[in-house]
């Protein structure tokens, strides 16, 4: 996912770079750590045009280009030192969201993108920050064993975990829309233990209200 923004000037080009500084930490003996989230957000970036967008829609790109708002939220992705679980929303999951608010279906991630941007900062800030939770990082073992389990995130709101063990045992996110599906991780643990936490990805954007 590039480290560009659409619209956006230097400043965010700067904001991308302290991404990139922060993808990945030195040991004192300089050997490399664990990488951070914002490593995982850049993963992929050779296969991205010049906005940060591709065809692959269960990758990241609309979440990586959104979190590029907001430099607190750049830092925190990171900072080694971070104590962070973030429920990440695939590209696809952007698309059903416009679908559902707008009744179209865009073609792209750009246009996916700019659809979510034109809600306004504030809207797509605390859509974000509904996504994270501070506090010791959950790992997916953890939440298999966490049924029931209320997440504060850092939007304010709650979250639900839900634990379905009918055939295979996953996870569920109940949000606060009680009228739409509910998210479920179908991508647990992406890049691995982080420095910084874990960050599971997920197949539908959670909603911090009822919409």
Request: glycine share 10%; no cysteine.
């Amino acid at each position: 996912m590039k480290r560009t923004l659409i619209g956006l000037a230097v400043a965010t080009a700067a904001v991308a770079s302290t991404i990139a500084a922060g993808g990945g930490t030195v040991a004192a003996d300089g050997g490399q750590q664990r990488p951070t989230l914002a490593a995982v957000l850049l993963a992929d970036a050779k296969y991205d045009d010049a906005a940060g967008f591709d065809r692959n829609w269960y990758d990241f790109d609309i979440v990586t280009q959104a979190v590029l708002l907001f430099p607190d939220l750049v830092e925190a992705a990171s900072d080694p030192g971070a104590q962070l679980t973030a429920f990440l929303p695939n590209d696809a999951a952007f698309r059903r969201l416009v679908g559902d608010l707008t009744g179209t279906s865009p073609r792209t991630e750009a246009d996916v993108f700019g659809a979510v941007a034109s809600l306004g900062t504030d809207t797509v800030r605390t859509v974000l920050t509904y996504h994270l939770v501070a506090g010791p990082p959950i790992g997916y073992r953890a939440a298999l064993r966490a049924d029931g389990a209320t997440l504060t995130t850092l939007q304010g709101a709650t979250i639900t975990v839900d634990v379905d063990r009918f055939v295979v045992p996953f996870v569920r996110l109940v949000d606060n829309d009680p009228d739409a599906k509910d998210p479920i991780v179908v991508w647990p643990q992406v890049g691995g233990t982080l420095s910084n936490g874990f960050a599971h990805g997920i197949d539908r954007v959670l909603r911090p209200i009822d919409l």
